[in-house]
């Protein structure tokens, strides 16, 4: 049964973003530096290392889940996250006239409308969930099943962080694995309990 996967790369203090993040500067300044750890998939030997294996894990997710304002600073990927998956973009406006274009794009205007038809698009595969908003939205609706924090040693110190606008209800969460990555990243997966 496929499960909705929050993958986030964060840093030590809490952020995903840099401060100044929009079109054109997606991650903020300084943002990039959360993605350093991902090794490039054209290389022959990423497999060979935990990053690597990482990230063929979330490349093989079946269906994408982001928020407008993860989508848009991306460039909306192009149209295609990753292999021709359908992407769910959570939006209370509708698409704009280029990702319309885009046949892998559908934009919905519930959390738990979009998990349950990108879990459906999926099949027996994972939702990737991506965004800040998404995740807190998909927490408070019961719709996230699982996360995976990709914890970079790095102090960002400002920016925008993963969990500032969670309510005051304790979410409890099972640790199911922990690997220690190459550049000190470790990676954390936790499974939400309910």
């Known amino acids: 049964m496929s499960a909705t996967v929050l993958y986030m790369s964060m ?41 690597g294996r990482v990230v063929d894990e979330f490349m093989a997710t079946g269906a994408v889940v982001a928020g407008r304002g993860t989508f848009e600073p991306a460039g909306g990927w192009g149209g295609d996250h990753h292999d021709g998956v359908p992407i769910f973009v959570l939006s209370r406006r509708g698409a704009d006239r280029e990702s319309r274009q885009w046949p892998l794009v559908s934009y919905v205007d519930d959390v738990t409308t979009a998990m349950r038809e990108a879990k459906r698009a999926a099949g027996d595969r994972n939702v990737l969930v991506h965004g800040a908003g998404t995740a807190q939205l998909a927490l408070a609706a ?23 606008n969670l309510g005051p209800e304790h979410i409890e969460l099972e640790r199911t694995r922990v690997l220690e990555g190459e550049g000190g990243v470790n990676h954390l997966h936790y499974r939400v309990r309910r």
């Open 142 to 164: 019961g719709v996230l099943d699982e996360l995976e924090i990709h914890l970079i040693p790095v102090l960002l110190g400002q920016g925008r962080r993963l969990f500032d």
């Open 11 to 51: 840093s030590l203090d809490g952020f995903i973003a840099g401060p100044n993040e929009g079109p054109g500067n997606g991650l903020g300044d300084g943002g990039h530096r959360l993605h350093e750890w991902c090794p490039p998939r054209a290389d022959p030997d990423h497999r060979a290392a935990v990053n």
